[in-house]
C-alpha cells in the first residue's frame, strides 16, 4: 500500500502533509483528536540527512504541539550503504532520532509505529521499535537480515538456517514472526481508523514485547531472563 492510500484509509481527507524527497511529515485529524504524522516512503534508505529530517520533526512536534499523538509511518529499506553517510557517523544519526522518539515518549505523546510496507534493519529499529507500540498491516514485509546474510554472520548454513526459521520465529524473516516475537503489537486490518483509535485509547506504555513474546511462543526466554535480572539487581 502507498502512502496517499494509507492516509486515505486512516483519516479520509483530513490530512495535510508534506513531501521532502522520501520525507513525509504533517498533521492529521482523527475525531477530535489532531495526531503529527513523521515518516518515510518509497523504501526509503534511512542516511544521516532523511534521519535528522525525522529527528527535527520529532522535536518540533515536542516543542510546539505538547502531548500531540504522533504516528511513524514506517517504508524503509534500512540504513543507507553509502560509504558518505558511513564517514559521517549514520550510527549517531539514527542514534539521535531513537532518542528523540524516546524524549517524545517521556514528555507525554503517545508515539504509535506503523509498518505499512516495508522496514528493514536499523530504520526499522531507531523508529518502529522505539515506539511505544508498534503495528503492521498484513501485507508488510519485516526482517533485520536475509538468511544468505545471516550466514555469512553467523557461520551457520543457509540450509541449517531455513530448517530451524520452520520453527523458531528469531531465524525467519516475515511479519507474523514479528508478531510472534512480540516486535509487532497486532496487525492491522479492515477498518484502520478504528485500529488506530483503539492504539491511541490504550494508556498503557509498558514494554510488553518480552511478555509478548513468551505469550505467543516467539521468544521463549527472553521475559524470564529479564525478570532474573531486576531480581538479583
Known amino acids: ?20 524527497g522520501d520525507f513525509i ?6 475525531d477530535d483528536q489532531v495526531v503529527a ?7 526509503a534508505p534511512i ?9 527535527r520533526a520529532v522535536l518540533d512536534t515536542i516543542a510546539r504541539d505538547p502531548g500531540r499523538p504522533i504516528l511513524l509511518l514506517i517504508d524503509t529499506q534500512g540504513q543507507m550503504l553509502r560509504r558518505r553517510d558511513e564517514l559521517l557517523g549514520i550510527h549517531r544519526a539514527m542514534a539521535h532520532l531513537g532518542c528523540c522518539i524516546d524524549l517524545a ?5 503517545r508515539v504509535i509505529g506503523l509498518v505499512y510496507d516495508q522496514a528493514l534493519s536499523g530504520g ?3 523508529s518502529g521499535l522505539i515506539a511505544d507500540a508498534c503495528y503492521a498491516l498484513p501485507e508488510a514485509e519485516i526482517r533485520v537480515m536475509r538468511i544468505p546474510a545471516m550466514a555469512r ?3 551457520i548454513s543457509e540450509e541449517r538456517l531455513r530448517e530451524l526459521s520452520q520453527a523458531n520465529p528469531v ?6 514472526n514479528y508478531v510472534a516475537m512480540g516486535g509487532v503489537r497486532a496487525l492491522w486490518s479492515g477498518d484502520l481508523a478504528a485500529e488506530l483509535r483503539a492504539a491511541l485509547a490504550d494508556p498503557s506504555t509498558e514494554d510488553r514485547r518480552a511478555l509478548d513474546g513468551a505469550a505467543r511462543g516467539g521468544r521463549k526466554l527472553a521475559a524470564a531472563v529479564a525478570q532474573r535480572v531486576l531480581d538479583a539487581a
Open 47 to 55: 542516511g544521516i540527512a532523511l534521519a535528522l529530517k525525522q529527528a
Open 124 to 126: 526499522f529499529i531507531t
Open 37 to 43: 504524522l513523521i515518516g518515510t516512503v518509497d523504501h
Open 171 to 176: 531465524f525467519a524473516p516475515g511479519v507474523a
Open 25 to 30: 511529515h504533517g498533521s492529521a485529524r482523527l
Open 1 to 20: 500500500m502507498d502512502g496517499l492510500t494509507l492516509l486515505d484509509r486512516l483519516f479520509g481527507s483530513a490530512h495535510d502533509t508534506q513531501r521532502d
Open 105 to 109: 515518549r517521556r514528555e507525554g505523546h
Open 153 to 155: 554472520v553467523t557461520k
